[in-house]
Protein backbone atom coordinates (compact mmCIF):
# COMPACT_ATOMS: atom_id res chain seq x y z
CA UNK A 1 0.00 0.00 0.00
CA UNK A 2 0.76 3.67 0.04
CA UNK A 3 1.87 5.47 2.71
CA UNK A 4 3.23 8.67 4.16
CA UNK A 5 4.50 8.99 7.60
CA UNK A 6 5.27 12.11 9.55
CA UNK A 7 5.88 13.38 13.29
CA UNK A 8 2.19 14.20 14.00
CA UNK A 9 3.33 17.08 16.26
CA UNK A 10 6.63 19.36 16.92
CA UNK A 11 7.54 22.09 19.23
CA UNK A 12 9.85 24.91 18.78
CA UNK A 13 11.14 28.04 20.22
CA UNK A 14 10.77 31.36 18.37
CA UNK A 15 13.96 32.32 16.37
CA UNK A 16 15.47 28.64 16.08
CA UNK A 17 15.35 26.01 13.62
CA UNK A 18 12.88 23.07 13.59
CA UNK A 19 13.15 20.30 10.60
CA UNK A 20 9.90 18.30 9.98
CA UNK A 21 10.87 14.46 8.67
CA UNK A 22 8.74 13.12 5.94
CA UNK A 23 9.12 9.60 4.94
CA UNK A 24 7.04 7.75 1.67
CA UNK A 25 6.22 4.79 0.24
CA UNK A 26 4.36 4.98 -3.06
CA UNK A 27 3.67 3.36 -6.45
CA UNK A 28 5.66 5.61 -8.64
CA UNK A 29 7.05 9.23 -7.73
CA UNK A 30 6.45 11.87 -9.45
CA UNK A 31 7.69 14.72 -6.97
CA UNK A 32 6.80 15.39 -3.16
CA UNK A 33 5.20 18.29 -1.99
CA UNK A 34 5.04 20.60 1.22
CA UNK A 35 2.07 22.73 2.38
CA UNK A 36 1.70 24.60 5.05
CA UNK A 37 -1.79 24.58 6.76
CA UNK A 38 -3.76 27.44 9.66
CA UNK A 39 -6.26 25.99 11.29
CA UNK A 40 -9.30 26.37 9.55
CA UNK A 41 -7.64 27.49 6.72
CA UNK A 42 -6.43 25.79 3.09
CA UNK A 43 -3.28 24.58 2.65
CA UNK A 44 -1.06 27.25 0.64
CA UNK A 45 1.65 25.68 -1.16
CA UNK A 46 5.59 25.90 0.51
CA UNK A 47 7.67 23.51 -1.98
CA UNK A 48 8.37 21.15 -4.81
CA UNK A 49 10.86 18.47 -4.83
CA UNK A 50 11.33 15.91 -7.85
CA UNK A 51 15.08 15.56 -8.17
CA UNK A 52 17.74 14.59 -5.00
CA UNK A 53 18.96 17.38 -3.14
CA UNK A 54 18.33 20.99 -0.98
CA UNK A 55 15.89 23.75 -2.64
CA UNK A 56 16.24 26.95 -0.96
CA UNK A 57 13.45 29.54 -0.70
CA UNK A 58 14.13 32.06 2.09
CA UNK A 59 13.61 31.08 5.73
CA UNK A 60 12.36 27.58 4.19
CA UNK A 61 14.10 24.83 2.85
CA UNK A 62 13.16 21.32 1.42
CA UNK A 63 14.97 17.87 0.84
CA UNK A 64 14.73 15.16 -0.79
CA UNK A 65 16.27 12.10 -1.14
CA UNK A 66 14.41 9.38 -3.44
CA UNK A 67 16.34 6.43 -2.93
CA UNK A 68 15.70 6.48 0.54
CA UNK A 69 11.90 7.59 0.29
CA UNK A 70 12.86 10.64 2.55
CA UNK A 71 12.25 14.33 2.73
CA UNK A 72 12.56 17.39 5.17
CA UNK A 73 10.85 20.42 5.61
CA UNK A 74 13.94 22.74 7.44
CA UNK A 75 12.05 25.99 8.83
CA UNK A 76 14.73 28.66 9.74
CA UNK A 77 14.32 32.12 12.39
CA UNK A 78 10.89 30.67 13.80
CA UNK A 79 8.17 33.11 13.56
CA UNK A 80 5.13 32.65 15.44
CA UNK A 81 3.22 32.79 12.64
CA UNK A 82 5.00 29.62 11.32
CA UNK A 83 2.59 27.70 13.87
CA UNK A 84 0.82 25.73 11.64
CA UNK A 85 0.25 21.91 10.41
CA UNK A 86 2.66 21.02 7.49
CA UNK A 87 1.67 18.86 5.27
CA UNK A 88 3.77 16.33 3.16
CA UNK A 89 2.24 15.06 0.01
CA UNK A 90 3.78 12.37 -2.54
CA UNK A 91 2.47 12.27 -5.99
CA UNK A 92 2.15 8.78 -7.38
CA UNK A 93 2.69 7.41 -10.45
CA UNK A 94 -1.03 8.24 -11.59
CA UNK A 95 -0.44 11.74 -10.70
CA UNK A 96 -2.39 11.44 -7.67
CA UNK A 97 -1.60 13.26 -4.58
CA UNK A 98 -0.94 11.26 -1.26
CA UNK A 99 -1.03 13.16 1.64
CA UNK A 100 0.63 12.84 5.14
CA UNK A 101 -1.50 13.53 8.09
CA UNK A 102 0.60 16.73 8.56
CA UNK A 103 2.84 17.98 11.93
CA UNK A 104 1.39 20.45 14.04
CA UNK A 105 4.18 22.78 14.44
CA UNK A 106 3.43 24.45 18.08
CA UNK A 107 5.78 27.67 17.93
CA UNK A 108 6.81 28.84 21.68
CA UNK A 109 8.11 32.23 22.51
CA UNK B 1 -1.11 33.93 -10.46
CA UNK B 2 -3.10 30.73 -9.82
CA UNK B 3 -5.75 31.28 -7.79
CA UNK B 4 -8.39 29.77 -7.31
CA UNK B 5 -11.66 30.70 -5.51
CA UNK B 6 -13.96 28.86 -3.70
CA UNK B 7 -18.01 29.92 -2.84
CA UNK B 8 -19.41 30.03 -0.58
CA UNK B 9 -17.18 30.31 2.23
CA UNK B 10 -19.22 29.06 5.22
CA UNK B 11 -22.65 27.62 4.77
CA UNK B 12 -25.26 26.49 7.07
CA UNK B 13 -28.29 24.20 6.25
CA UNK B 14 -31.00 22.10 7.59
CA UNK B 15 -31.12 17.93 7.23
CA UNK B 16 -32.15 16.60 4.15
CA UNK B 17 -31.47 20.07 1.73
CA UNK B 18 -28.81 20.49 -0.63
CA UNK B 19 -25.82 22.35 -0.96
CA UNK B 20 -24.15 23.74 -3.82
CA UNK B 21 -20.00 24.26 -3.62
CA UNK B 22 -18.73 26.58 -6.33
CA UNK B 23 -14.77 26.36 -7.26
CA UNK B 24 -13.09 28.28 -9.75
CA UNK B 25 -9.55 29.00 -11.53
CA UNK B 26 -9.37 32.78 -11.71
CA UNK B 27 -6.02 33.22 -13.94
CA UNK B 28 -5.58 29.47 -15.30
CA UNK B 29 -7.36 26.81 -17.21
CA UNK B 30 -7.71 24.04 -15.06
CA UNK B 31 -7.80 20.55 -16.47
CA UNK B 32 -8.44 18.48 -13.59
CA UNK B 33 -10.40 19.32 -10.05
CA UNK B 34 -9.58 17.94 -7.26
CA UNK B 35 -12.54 17.63 -3.56
CA UNK B 36 -11.27 17.33 -0.68
CA UNK B 37 -12.73 16.93 2.49
CA UNK B 38 -11.17 17.56 6.07
CA UNK B 39 -12.36 17.07 9.53
CA UNK B 40 -10.89 18.53 12.74
CA UNK B 41 -7.24 17.73 13.00
CA UNK B 42 -7.29 15.10 10.75
CA UNK B 43 -5.55 15.47 7.20
CA UNK B 44 -7.24 15.97 3.88
CA UNK B 45 -9.45 13.06 2.68
CA UNK B 46 -9.41 13.20 -1.25
CA UNK B 47 -13.29 12.45 -2.42
CA UNK B 48 -12.92 12.63 -6.22
CA UNK B 49 -11.10 13.71 -9.11
CA UNK B 50 -12.83 15.48 -11.79
CA UNK B 51 -11.50 16.47 -15.55
CA UNK B 52 -13.29 18.75 -17.67
CA UNK B 53 -15.89 17.50 -19.97
CA UNK B 54 -15.75 14.26 -18.36
CA UNK B 55 -17.14 12.43 -14.96
CA UNK B 56 -15.31 12.20 -12.04
CA UNK B 57 -13.68 9.73 -10.46
CA UNK B 58 -14.99 9.00 -7.15
CA UNK B 59 -12.32 7.48 -4.45
CA UNK B 60 -13.51 4.09 -2.47
CA UNK B 61 -16.12 4.75 0.09
CA UNK B 62 -17.45 8.04 -1.37
CA UNK B 63 -20.99 7.99 -2.74
CA UNK B 64 -21.24 9.51 -6.11
CA UNK B 65 -24.95 9.93 -6.14
CA UNK B 66 -24.61 11.67 -2.56
CA UNK B 67 -21.48 13.93 -3.97
CA UNK B 68 -22.61 15.27 -7.33
CA UNK B 69 -19.47 16.63 -9.50
CA UNK B 70 -19.72 18.51 -12.07
CA UNK B 71 -16.70 19.93 -14.58
CA UNK B 72 -18.26 21.86 -16.94
CA UNK B 73 -15.73 23.69 -18.35
CA UNK B 74 -11.89 24.55 -17.73
CA UNK B 75 -12.05 27.42 -15.15
CA UNK B 76 -15.28 25.64 -13.32
CA UNK B 77 -16.33 22.54 -11.03
CA UNK B 78 -19.13 22.47 -8.54
CA UNK B 79 -20.22 20.12 -5.89
CA UNK B 80 -23.05 19.13 -4.82
CA UNK B 81 -24.09 17.59 -1.40
CA UNK B 82 -27.22 16.13 -1.42
CA UNK B 83 -30.28 15.25 1.18
CA UNK B 84 -27.43 16.63 3.81
CA UNK B 85 -26.70 15.20 7.28
CA UNK B 86 -25.52 16.40 10.36
CA UNK B 87 -22.22 14.35 9.48
CA UNK B 88 -21.69 15.48 6.55
CA UNK B 89 -20.39 18.85 8.55
CA UNK B 90 -16.91 19.24 7.39
CA UNK B 91 -14.53 21.55 5.21
CA UNK B 92 -14.49 21.05 1.85
CA UNK B 93 -11.16 22.29 -0.28
CA UNK B 94 -11.21 22.29 -3.64
CA UNK B 95 -7.41 22.47 -5.90
CA UNK B 96 -6.86 22.78 -9.36
CA UNK B 97 -4.39 21.54 -11.82
CA UNK B 98 -3.21 23.28 -14.41
CA UNK B 99 -1.34 22.21 -18.02
CA UNK B 100 1.99 23.71 -17.24
CA UNK B 101 3.41 21.62 -14.02
CA UNK B 102 2.10 18.83 -11.23
CA UNK B 103 1.17 21.56 -8.71
CA UNK B 104 -2.13 22.01 -7.58
CA UNK B 105 -3.89 25.38 -6.49
CA UNK B 106 -6.05 25.35 -3.01
CA UNK B 107 -9.27 27.12 -2.88
CA UNK B 108 -10.10 28.82 0.57
CA UNK B 109 -12.35 25.91 1.70
CA UNK B 110 -15.76 25.86 2.44
CA UNK B 111 -16.91 24.98 6.27
CA UNK B 112 -20.78 23.07 5.90
CA UNK B 113 -22.36 23.15 8.90
CA UNK B 114 -26.00 20.72 8.54
CA UNK B 115 -28.42 21.30 11.40
Known amino acids: GQNIDQPTEMTATEGAIVQINCTYQTSGFNGLFWYQQHAGEAPTFLSYNVLDGLEEKGRFSSFLSRSKGYSYLLLKELQMKDSASYLC??????????WGAGTKLIIKP | GAVVSQHPSRVICKSGTSVKIECRSL??????MFWYRQFPKKSLMLMAT?????????EQGVEKDKFLINHASLTLSTLTVTSAHPEDSSFYIC???????????FGPGTRLTVL
Open chain 2, 95 to 105: SARGLAGNEQF
Open chain 1, 89 to 98: AVMDSNYQLI
Open chain 2, 27 to 32: DFQATT
Open chain 2, 50 to 58: SNEGSKATY
